[in-house]
């Protein structure tokens, strides 16, 4: 008898018919991961570049271009790619500054609670003292904010422009979280109040002046979203 050999060109038997599927979704899975790589990798060089313009544009020299485009300009610098080259030039600050804040919840009858003022300037100066790795947040982000509102609001308190309008924001939030996490009861409006105290010259010379007296800002009373609820 003559054995009976199956053909080359014969059907393929399932193994080979399951590699075949497999290796298709292997290739088709590589072809998915590297259109998403290219896809990443495209918006990370776009992203880039864009930053890089907006903040080029920022730092420039007033023109045509940044005076256009502002507020596009401002909505991505601030608040965290903001460019402050006091780095190189550092001006260290003459006063001390103390910034305290209290509450103020109406009731359903109509009735006003007051708080007592909360010290935030201690809160963060006992983060820092003794402390051999104080973070950022402790050492800047109060005094910060409050120098960034100096700048924008002068001394009447009015927001002007978009950015004083952000920055008064930032500042009432700042204040509103850091009571919030003491758990001090309801609010809805908070209040800052701002103390400043000259650093005097060191020297004997300076030793004999008189010592220049406590300047207190008080601001209006700032509605907030409803905390302690």
């Known amino acids: 008898m003559k054995d009976i050999q199956q053909s080359d060109s014969g059907p393929a038997s399932p193994e080979c018919h399951g590699e075949v599927v497999a290796a298709g979704r292997r290739q088709r899975g590589a072809r998915v ?12 060089l776009v992203t880039t570049l864009v930053h890089v313009v907006l903040v080029f544009l920022h730092v420039a020299p007033a023109n045509t271009v940044s005076k256009r485009y502002s507020p596009a300009i401002n909505a991505w610098v601030y608040p965290y790619f903001e460019q402050n080259w006091r780095l ?55 005094r910060r904010a409050w120098t960034s509102y100096t700048e ?35 609010f809805d409006f908070i209040q800052l109040r701002v103390v400043t105290h000259s650093i005097p010259v060191p020297g004997a010379a300076t030793s004999s002046r ?3 007296p406590a300047e207190t800002r008080l601001l209006p009373w700032w509605k907030v979203t409803a905390h302690g609820k």
């Not at 590297?34 to 990370?44: A, D, N, S």
């Not at 978009?162 to 920055?167: C, H, S, T």
Request: charged share 20%; with cysteine.
């Open 88 to 142: 190189f030039a550092p001006d260290p600050d003459s006063v001390n500054r103390q910034i305290l804040v209290r509450t103020a919840h109406t009731g359903a009858d109509g009735s006003v609670k007051v708080s007592a003022w909360f010290d935030l300037t201690a809160v963060d100066n006992s983060a820092v003292d003794h402390n051999a790795f104080p973070s950022h947040t402790a050492q800047n982000l109060l």
């Open 210 to 212: 008189p010592r220049t």
């Open 152 to 186: 924008t609001h002068g001394g009447d308190d009015k927001a002007r422009t978009e950015r004083a309008v952000m920055i008064q924001k930032y500042l009432t939030n700042i204040a509103a979280d850091r009571v919030a996490a003491r758990n001090s009861g309801t």
């Open 33 to 44: 991961l590297k259109g998403g790589l290219r896809t990443v990798v495209f918006l990370c």
